[in-house]
């Protein structure tokens, strides 16, 4: 029996970034708070969706960040950074990390990790982990990095991102 013929791939149809953007934002996800130390000592911290794990062994994580940051070269030098998965009563925390021109640890409680990364309070989950290796993508830096220690909040509700909004109540 052959197989029956197959026609030719239709041409891809257009789409602007508008359209990629909306296409992206209905894949729901978390939200974190990416934290470090700079070589000179400055907290450095933002908000961040793109964050998956890689591998179980050894445990790795990725996140990325637009090449354009202002925050991009010192997480580059960093040695170490944190993911800090957001509560869902941590909604404000989101908003502050995302904004621009000003201290965004102002504030907000957070501690020193045992690598030297700042954690944030009440967090559900948290990353730290050796800054591993860096690869440039498109117009982001995707940041892998190997987890040196993690924790969660065992029962805690996380904040999630979806369509341009966030959800701090899920469905059960």
């Known amino acids: 029996m052959s197989a029956p013929p197959t026609a030719p791939a239709a041409p891809a149809a257009p789409f602007t ?3 990629y953007r909306a296409a992206l934002g209905q894949f729901t996800t978390g939200v974190t708070i990416v934290t470090a130390r700079a070589a000179d000592g400055r907290l450095l911290g933002l908000t961040a969706n793109s964050f ?7 445990p790795l994580v990725l996140w990325s ?27 404000l925390l989101a908003e502050r990390f995302s904004r621009k021109g000003i201290d965004r640890f102002e504030g907000v409680a957070w501690r020193a990790g045992l690598t030297g990364a700042p954690l944030i ?7 730290e982990c050796r800054n591993r290796s860096q690869h440039a993508e498109g117009d982001h830096i995707i940041f892998v990095g190997e987890v040196a220690h993690c924790n969660r909040r065992v029962g805690a509700t996380p904040l999630v991102y979806h369509g341009g909004r966030f959800f701090t109540d899920l469905p059960i």
């Open 65 to 91: 960040l637009s090449s354009q940051s202002s925050s991009m070269p010192g997480f580059q030098e960093a040695a170490h950074y944190a993911i800090n998965v957001l509560a869902a009563d941590q909604r």
């Open 17 to 19: 970034q508008e359209d």
């Open 121 to 127: 309070d009440g967090a559900v989950a948290v990353f």
């Open 52 to 58: 998956n794990s890689v591998s179980l062994e050894p």
